[in-house]
């Protein structure tokens, strides 16, 4: 079972975040959507305080165990937000159980599968964190610059390193593990095109690991769409735009819920 907090009362909202993190990724915008809903914030498989499975880490089992943690709390079916490597997990949710979902808000997200180029640069990714503590470093000091828009992290220094911290704080195995299940991940365009929710989309107009043209092509298959582009934002808008995200969500959720 996976390490989860819930926060406040009321209608039940799963917050699912990216990689390297755990559920405090989301600890910008709790504060004001505690205040009127149930948050269930849980840490995906080998990371934070949640272990790593013995089999190979997928992302059909974090779905599982999502709603594991649903199934727990009695959750028949909840608006789903999920942050990139937390978006391929809630679409994959959609995949499992459609019935589960009530909305989803896909944040810096994308249904798409990695290109080959991103596989193979994944895999040089892997091969050189799995070297040692130092290499590792290496790696996440690399990645922490993409995280956000350029110029953002100039002004913001400890953003950088605490992206570089939380990885860090976990084994290089999880770490690797995270990225063969990114590899590994089905295209999920097909659950977009079926979903009968409303589906959100949060963009960042300078988004570095997702790029916008890569989910614009996305934002039409749903039935149901709510696009939001943020001009100065990459790909972490709970650091770089963390009102508007949250602003951004609580209307999606009323949304979802006035027409479900
Ligand atoms: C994430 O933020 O979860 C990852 O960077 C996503 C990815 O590498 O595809």
């Not at 079916?77 to 989803?104: C, D």
């Not at 220094?157 to 999880?174: I, N, R």
Request: glycine share 8%; with cysteine; net charge negative.
């Amino acid at each position: 079972m996976l390490h989860y907090k819930t926060i406040g009362e009321g209608q039940p909202i799963v917050l699912i975040h990216g990689f390297p993190g755990d559920g405090s990724a989301w600890d910008n915008i709790t504060p004001g959507l505690s205040d009127k809903y149930r948050l269930i914030i849980p840490d995906l498989p080998g990371a934070g305080n949640s272990p790593l499975p013995e089999e190979p880490l997928t992302l059909a089992f974090m779905a599982r165990s999502v709603i594991e943690v649903m199934n727990k709390e009695n959750i028949k079916n909840a608006v789903i937000a999920g942050h990139s490597m937390g978006g391929y997990t809630a679409l994959e949710i959609a995949a499992q159980a459609p019935h589960r979902i009530k909305g989803l808000s896909l944040v810096h997200s994308s249904a798409h599968t990695d290109t080959e180029e991103k596989k193979e640069s994944r895999r040089k990714a892997i091969r050189l964190m799995l070297k040692g503590e130092a290499q590792k470093e290496m790696f996440l000091r690399g990645a922490a610059p993409n995280m956000f828009a350029p110029g953002f992290a100039d002004g913001h220094p400890g953003y950088l390193q605490a992206f570089v911290d939380k990885g860090m704080a976990l084994p290089k195995e999880h770490l690797a593990a995270f990225y063969e299940a990114m590899i590994g991940r089905n295209d999920t365009t097909d659950v977009l095109k079926n979903s009968r929710f409303p589906v959100q989309w949060i963009i960042g107009m300078k988004d570095q690991v997702i790029p916008k043209e890569d989910v614009l092509q996305l934002v039409a298959l749903s039935a149901v769409a709510d696009v939001q582009l943020y001009g100065d934002c990459g790909h972490l808008a709970m650091q770089e735009n963390p009102e508007r995200l949250a602003r951004d969500l609580d209307t999606f959720i009323v949304f979802c819920s006035e027409i479900v």
